[in-house]
């Protein structure tokens, strides 16, 4: 019980929980929008997970600035990522630009995780296969409508920008 507690006080604070409810609140009952964050979301945390196991199978040897990949702190940081990452693409969707991920999600990542020694190639990873979960829950039509912000967010991260920045 304290842990969903928790939780929620997490996801309070790393989502853009109330900027996704605003805009989904103006849109009609029904829109495609709204199907796919209804089939999503209830699946967040499983996506979460299934991301997260695949990157510590891909990256069993890196170390993190709090530790392994593998460690519960580094782990519980990482299902936190992936289900922050899947938020900001369904307010991209729900606002239907890209805009909240430009000046929110990306200066945050560029700021924190070179000093947590989070390696590129493994947000790159993370992303992939979020795109590969999104394809293989929702139908194609769906899929395709959220195709273009996850290939946005996979352009912020490619080596040319971030090794740029960095």
């Known amino acids: 019980m304290l842990r969903q507690y928790f939780k929620a006080i997490d ?22 929008e709204l199907k796919i964050i209804q ?25 993190c600035y709090s530790g392994p990949l593998n460690s519960s702190d580094v782990r519980s940081s990482s299902l936190r990522d992936a289900e922050m990452f899947q938020t900001y693409i369904w307010v991209c969707l729900l606002e239907n630009n890209v805009s909240i991920v430009q000046q929110e ?19 790159r990873y993370m992303l992939t296969l979020l795109e590969r979960e999104f394809a293989n829950l929702l139908p194609p039509d769906e899929f395709a409508q959220c195709a273009s912000y996850l290939n946005a967010l996979k352009s912020m991260f490619s080596p040319d920008v971030v090794d ?3």
Do not use: E, K
């Open 11 to 32: 996801d309070h604070l790393y989502m853009p929980l109330q900027r996704a409810y605003d805009a989904a609140a103006t849109y009609v009952y029904g829109a495609s």
């Open 39 to 63: 089939c999503l979301l209830p699946q967040s945390s499983a996506i979460a997970q299934r991301v997260v196991n695949q990157v510590l199978c891909a990256f069993p040897n890196h170390q």
């Open 105 to 123: 999600l990306f200066p945050l990542c560029i700021m924190l995780y070179p000093t947590f020694n989070v390696q590129w190639q493994i947000v």
């Open 164 to 166: 740029a920045i960095a």
